[in-house]
């Protein structure tokens, strides 16, 4: 397969950008990147797909979602105003996360991944929940994943919310689904140990999850210092802030997602470095729950490596990398900052994330990556160079400009038709599980 005639971005260091570029791609692999009447001479009988003078770049990488909020939009469940984060969590997202069947899962993994496509991520970091069906809903994540072609690393929040009996459910579900996805061959689907949060977990159940991961090969997936109120219980429980508790049981480390840590200090913020601990900022969901603005210019300085990812708020990528640029100006008061910050986090640290768990490159356009790659329908309204293209990237495009998804050389999406995914059919039965959900909650 030949994807040319575009202005493409590699995300290569050493070929970022190419005017007339055009990809080969061999199988799932990319074979040559060149210019595209060199590689259609060479190529002459592959398949050629047509940019028409779009932008070719790589597929985007979702560090860390929310499936199984998918059917909480357009939701009214009456509630009182909200006074805190806390009532955010037990009167929305534990209400409705309790109401989840497996069916209800699935579907809501069809919705978000559709989106997904569309909006050109070809990777999804996830996090889900629902503890009343928690047996085998991962595994059911995981199959809508490779039913539809999207690259994903799934896992499941446990918590000591629901009982004993659910954690250790979970704590299962989690080891289960990695040792299942460390056997698959073909590197689509990934597993990390889902917990929601040091404040959902006792020093004992903590100490269970890090007992079962003995010996496995992943990491965690857990929510740090998202709110205030985890920081002050973990200084009721153990005298320490949460990333030094979460640092006495082992979780960080170099394959750890430590989402949101809006909260650390200075000296937590040393232990992540150290522990070469990931962090993931989701600046939509932070703003929506109002929990705070992440310092993460000062993450990035420290030389600790953060990514972006959207936490169920939306799907689309462009739309927290814009926000993201916007609020560290806002928080900061300073217009100078996260120009460099921002496209680091979507491109590059989002890649440094998914390769600690994927077999081959993701993230980058060169030879001997995978070929996971979108076209953007983009017209630059003024030059467009090697030196200014993220500027065109933040400021003209969102992911309603994506035209084409490609995950490990496959078409998924063709000029914004999916391909052999039947969306009417799928969105139709959503609308019907979402309802049922609406009115047993």
């Not at 791609?25 to 001479?41: A, H, R, S, Y």
């Not at 100078?336 to 768990?357: L, S, Y």
Request: charged residues 25%; aromatic residues 8%; contains cysteine.
């Amino acid at each position: 397969m030949l994807i040319g005639n575009g202005r493409l971005i590699t995300h290569d260091k050493n070929n970022s950008y190419l005017e007339d570029g055009c990809i080969y791609i061999d199988g799932n692999i990319i074979k040559e990147v060149g210019k595209t009447k060199d590689l259609k001479d060479k190529y002459s009988k592959e398949e050629f797909i047509d940019a028409r003078g779009n932008v070719i770049m790589p597929g985007i990488i979702n560090t860390h979602h929310h499936i199984y909020s998918a059917f909480a939009r357009g939701m009214n469940l009456n509630n009182p105003p909200a006074k805190g984060f806390i009532d955010i969590l037990e009167n929305l997202w534990w209400r409705l996360d309790k109401e989840l069947t497996i069916e209800d899962t699935r579907y809501s993994g069809y919705t978000t991944l559709i989106d997904s496509i569309k909006y050109g991520v070809t990777t999804v970091f996830d996090h889900h929940a629902s503890p009343m069906h928690l047996e085998g809903s991962v595994f059911e994540l995981g199959d809508v994943a490779k039913e539809l072609g999207i690259r994903a690393c799934l896992c499941y929040e446990t918590s000591d919310r629901d009982g004993e009996e659910i954690l250790n459910k979970g704590i299962k579900e989690n080891i289960d689904f990695i040792k299942h996805a460390n056997n698959q061959d073909d590197d689509m689907i990934k597993g990390m140990f889902g917990m929601h949060a040091s404040f959902t977990l006792s020093d004992e159940s903590l100490y269970k999850c890090a007992e079962a991961m003995e010996g496995i090969d992943s990491g965690y997936h857990i929510h740090t210092a998202e709110g205030i109120d985890d920081v002050y219980d973990s200084l009721r429980r153990s005298g320490k802030r949460v990333a030094e508790r979460l640092m006495d049981f082992d979780i960080l480390g170099n394959k750890t997602l430590a989402v949101h840590s809006i909260h650390l200090n200075p000296r937590e913020l040393d232990l992540i470095k150290a522990t070469n601990t990931n962090i993931v900022n989701n600046p939509e969901s932070n703003m929506g729950n109002a929990v705070g603005c992440a310092p993460v210019l000062n993450m990035i300085e420290r030389g600790i490596n953060v990514g972006l990812g959207t936490d169920g708020y939306t799907s689309d990528m462009f739309e927290s990398m814009k926000v993201e640029n916007i609020i560290q100006k806002h928080n900061l008061c300073n217009s100078n900052v996260a120009w460099v910050e921002t496209p680091k986090m979507i491109f590059e640290n989002n890649a440094k994330i998914a390769n600690k768990f994927f077999n081959n490159t993701l993230g980058v356009i060169k030879e001997g990556a995978y070929g996971d790659v979108i076209i953007v329908e983009y017209n630059p309204l003024t030059p467009m160079t090697k030196d200014n293209y993220n500027s065109h990237i933040v400021f003209g495009m969102c992911g309603k400009c994506v035209l084409t998804t490609i995950v490990n050389g496959k078409v998924l999406m063709k000029d914004r038709e999916l391909v052999g995914i039947d969306e009417e059919k799928i969105f139709s039965k959503s609308r019907e599980l979402s309802k049922k959900l609406w009115d047993r909650i």
